[in-house]
């Protein structure tokens, strides 16, 4: 559809590329439109009747022409009118102009009556509207000559490439218009704009129809051949901006879109602003509002440690951390290129910020003492742990070290070390979990209820649904299925879900340490869930295909430990309001915090003895959490003894449970040495 580069004409061949040259060329034009602009003068002040001039004035004219243009040369170059890119000018370049042309005017006088000449009063008046306009208009001939020149080309073109419309004739689709009309590098034709305010019907927009309002869409791609939408509403509301891309995606042609409103206020509007449409933007509902300014004040001159802090969340909270006057950053990361990206990009960004970038493990509990006691954090954001379901249905041990004992093992350092403010990120999957990864985020915002109530931390929880963009996102998913033709799996035609973006995502949990008096579980209004199918076929239809015709779906069937449906609130917790609309509060549910930390010390022993019966042991503690049962016949007293057995110790030995599980660590450790020994000497 598109043409050729080797076919098209190109203005750029035909333009001088030495900045000298171009200059000298405005020079002549300049210099040329002096001498004319004298004789109009004279010419229009005898009425066009050229043999009535007097003598007198055209030899003064001929006499001064010559000084007149060294005058010229010099009141425009130290104006620096030969150094501004014309094609880019705008009012302010022209205003210099015409002050530039004024100056060169009221020196005109001087010089004749210095040179013993004398010209008629109206002459100088004429001169300077004449030379101004000359000049205006010569340097605006690096915007319209161009412009004329890719029109006429467009025209020619017209039936060889793609037709546009344009959704907006606000400032942003003015914008737009005039780059796809003005530049080469934009291969459209501008066919039709559509806007639902009746003032702007039947009228044009530098030459473009506006067509009809939004319920016109699928008649005017029809009508006019439309492959290409392209919707410029940056400030519109988010169940506006659905409806129009709901229209949209049934028309079969490629959607793109506006980012931002902060794209209108740096007057960024341009073609290389369009993206492909995210999914994001058909979610339906407002984005948390949080004025960060306001709330942040509680970090100001802190030393902040964000564990996890290069993953999704956690690098997305260094980000907005970093530029509030933080007295020091820490992030904790146990995944050095993770840790490192992140690293160098605050280092580029925020060149003044006190940044410290560790490597280590939640699990390692010397390894936070130690972090802990060299840097005195005053807030932590505990946003490390494993998040992938099947993953951990696979390797549910895993999930208990790492969420569970990890949150277990830095609240324990928090409370130790004086730290001010904790706060956990949780997850919906929490709310009557089906998974492991669900039942261990329970548990951790059990840990943190249990150690809030032990201690003078203030200990929070922020619990969200799905984050799009994030690591493992199903978005990233189905638009690498799109790419590669197809098929999209989508494991139930009707499991649902909430979402939100990763800057929502962090403005709530900063908002929640601004929030937080210690104990609270923090829940997002989220508005409606989303069905994953729905969005799947948006997404294709988005792309220019249809779905079941050019991109096939297939449903492969839940996944171990999913469910159809996310909830983010148990009804035990009850509601409260906080300042901000869309953040509610849920209360702590009351237990027995003895029994649950018992619980824990069972807990860690079994998953590192990787026993099979963990999720018996969670269900223990997590009543709510519903899980398919292990095999019956393999019970607890069997799988201790073979764990004990394997690591070679004596079932008979009569030590305490603590005790017991130190001596299978140290037997464990002493024989993966002794193998490797053994190999080395081999």
């Given amino acids: ?272 602003k369009l993206r492909n449409v995210q999914i994001e933007d058909l979610l339906g509902r407002k984005p948390i509002q949080v004025d960060l300014d306001e709330i942040m ?80 954090p005053d807030i932590v954001y505990h946003a490390a742990a494993h998040k992938h379901v099947p993953l951990m249905e696979d390797s549910p041990n895993e999930a208990i070290k790492n969420n569970v004992l990890g949150t277990y093992k830095t609240a324990k350092a928090a409370i130790k070390y004086g730290v001010k403010r904790f706060i956990l990120i949780s997850t919906d999957k929490a709310v009557n979990p089906t998974n492991i990864m669900g039942a261990s985020k329970r548990l951790c915002e059990m840990v943190i209820q249990m150690c809030n109530e032990k201690s003078a931390t203030e200990f929070v929880a922020v619990r969200f649904g799905n984050v799009l963009g994030s690591n493992g996102s199903v978005i990233p998913l189905f638009k690498s299925q799109i790419e590669k033709g197809g098929p999209v799996t989508v494991t139930h035609k009707d499991i649902i879900r909430y979402f939100m973006t990763i800057p929502e995502a962090v403005s709530l949990v900063i908002q929640a340490g601004a929030f937080a008096k210690g104990g609270e579980i923090f829940v997002l209004d989220m508005g409606k869930p989303v069905r994953i199918l729905d969005m799947a076929e948006k997404l294709i239809r988005l792309s220019g295909y249809e779905p079941y015709k050019d991109i096939d779906i297939q449903f492969t069937g839940l996944r171990p430990g999913e469910k159809l449906y996310e909830e983010l609130l148990m009804d035990e917790e009850g509601l409260q309001k906080t300042e901000n609309e869309r953040i509610f509060i849920g209360h702590p549910i009351d237990m027995d915090y003895g029994k649950f930390e018992k619980g824990l010390f069972r807990l860690e022993e079994a998953a590192w003895r990787e026993r099979g019966s963990i999720r018996e042991m969670v269900h223990e503690l997590v009543p709510e959490y519903h899980y398919k049962p292990t095999d019956p016949g393999k019970g607890e007293a069997a799988e201790e003894a073979a764990a004990e057995a394997a690591a070679g110790l004596d079932p008979g030995l009569e030590v305490a449970s603590g005790e017991r599980l130190a001596l299978h660590r140290r037997l464990a450790m002493y024989s993966v040495w002794s193998n490797e020994k053994q190999g080395q000497q081999e």
């Fill in 1 to 272: 559809m598109k043409v050729k580069n080797k076919d098209k004409i190109r203005l750029e061949e035909y333009i001088p590329h030495s900045k000298k040259v171009r200059m000298g060329i405005l020079w002549i034009y300049d210099m040329a439109m002096v001498w004319l602009c004298s004789l109009l003068s004279l010419v229009i002040r005898f009425d066009f009747d050229i043999s009535a001039i007097p003598a007198e004035y055209m030899g003064a004219l001929w006499k001064y022409g010559l000084m007149q243009t060294g005058v010229v040369t010099f009141v425009f170059y130290i104006s620096h009118l030969y150094t501004i890119l014309w094609g880019a000018a705008g009012i302010r370049e022209m205003l210099e102009v015409s002050l530039s042309c004024m100056a060169a005017a009221i020196a005109q006088p001087l010089a004749m009556t210095f040179l013993g000449e004398r010209m008629p009063r109206s002459y100088f008046v004429l001169w300077l509207i004449l030379m101004t306009i000359a000049a205006v208009c010569g340097r605006i001939s690096y915007q319209v000559v161009p412009r004329i020149l890719n029109r006429l080309i467009r025209i020619k073109e017209k039936e060889t490439i793609p037709h546009v419309m344009i959704v907006g004739g606000g400032r942003a689709g003015t914008l737009i218009l005039r780059e796809m009309k003005s530049s080469e590098k934009v291969h459209g034709y501008p066919a039709c704009i559509v806007d639902d305010d009746p003032d702007k019907q039947g009228r044009m927009i530098d030459g473009v129809l506006v067509a009809g309002k939004r319920e016109d869409i699928p008649r005017l791609v029809r009508e006019k051949g439309i492959n290409e939408i392209f919707v410029a509403m940056p400030t519109a509301p988010a169940e506006a901006l659905k409806d129009i891309l709901d229209i949209c995606q049934h028309t079969g042609c490629h959607v793109k879109t506006l980012p931002g409103v902060y794209q209108i206020m740096n007057d960024e509007v341009s073609i290389s």
């Fill in 297 to 376: 004040g509680y970090v100001k001159d802190k030393v902040v440690l964000v564990t996890g802090g290069g993953g999704s969340i956690g690098s997305e909270l260094c980000r907005q951390l970093a530029g509030h006057k933080v007295k020091q950053l820490i992030i904790f990361e146990m995944y050095e290129n993770n840790a490192y990206e992140i690293q160098q990009e605050l280092k580029r960004k925020y060149p003044d910020l006190n940044l410290v970038v560790l490597i280590g493990s939640v699990r390692n509990t010397n390894r936070l003492d130690s972090l802990f006691h060299q840097y005195r």
